[in-house]
């Protein structure tokens, strides 16, 4: 996940977390705010430094390795267990999980992909505003196809057409075309886990859609929104971070 702490700086993660709720968006940005992290989001960034780690060698090697994604894997999720609320899962088994994802990754996924460019940063200025857009494209491949891999616990139901709106933004600015393709690749941790691809077609709805969040972003930063949401169906203790935070400042007991 791409933070930007920078308060002048608006990203997909912000636009998304103020949707979600200004509160915990205010928490995670622009308060002194120590990350930490729910199991499947702790499986999510240990899968995602492995796939960066290999996708970075094989741009010049052309192979994936393997051994690599492991040790990557291994390294980062011992590392962010630290920070990690384990409620009734053991942490062995998120491991194990990560392992089977990343294995069939490997298999199904990676041999399509060969990289040019891998966590490419681009930053857009945003006309007649101190702010700018920016965001992290996680690989774009040596034909011009943006790539993005994400992990979940079961088929998803909506696919995530803000962030790659963004990459697609990211892409013209950077290199003054449109990319060939974009997709989304997505390892399913269920019963059987498996591999799931997305093409996606960014459209005049897309972008507007994009144009008009940012926009408004900018006018909830400004107007110093600060609201608790407790009617979201992410307001739970094991799906928000910040719910001691919140707590702590609006009072408000948390449901599990
Ligand atoms: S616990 Fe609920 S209301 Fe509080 S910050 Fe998190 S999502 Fe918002």
């Given amino acids: 996940m791409y933070y930007a702490k920078d308060i002048s700086l608006v990203s997909c993660s912000k636009l998304i977390a103020m949707r979600q709720c200004s ?20 499986r999510g960034l240990a899968f995602h430094s492995a ?3 290999n996708y970075l060698g094989k741009i010049k090697t052309k192979m994936d390795n393997i051994t690599l994604m ?43 992909v060969q ?15 101190e702010y700018q857009f ?11 196809i943006i790539r993005d891999a994400k992990t ?4 998803p139901n909506t696919l995530p057409r803000l962030q790659m709106t963004a990459y697609n933004e990211g892409f013209k600015y950077l290199f003054r075309r449109l ?13 059987h886990p498996y591999c799931l691809s997305y093409e996606l077609d960014i459209d005049d709805y897309d972008n507007n859609y994009l144009m008009e969040s940012i926009t408004w972003y900018i006018n909830c ?18 799906f928000c971070n910040v719910f001691p935070q919140c707590e702590a400042k609006f009072g408000n007991p948390i449901l599990d």
């Fill in 115 to 129: 990289p040019q460019y891998v966590e490419l940063i681009f930053t857009i200025p945003i006309e007649r505003s």
């Fill in 179 to 191: 990319p060939d393709r974009i997709f989304l690749d997505y390892a399913v941790l269920n019963k």
């Fill in 70 to 112: 492991f040790d990557v894997f291994d390294t980062i999720f011992t590392e962010l267990s630290k920070f990690t609320k384990f409620l009734s899962e053991s942490p062995q088994d998120v491991k194990n999980n990560g392992y089977e994802l990343l294995m069939l990754y490997y298999q199904k996924v990676a041999p399509q």
């Fill in 51 to 53: 796939l960066e780690a």
């Fill in 152 to 155: 979940t616990m079961k088929k």
């Fill in 221 to 238: 930063i400004k107007s110093g929104l600060d609201i608790p949401n407790y009617g979201h169906w992410l307001c739970r203790k094991r």
């Fill in 23 to 42: 509160a915990k968006h205010n928490f995670q940005f622009l308060e002194d705010y120590e990350e930490s992290y729910n199991p499947s989001q702790l």
């Fill in 134 to 144: 920016t965001g992290r494209i996680d690989v774009i491949t040596d034909n011009d």
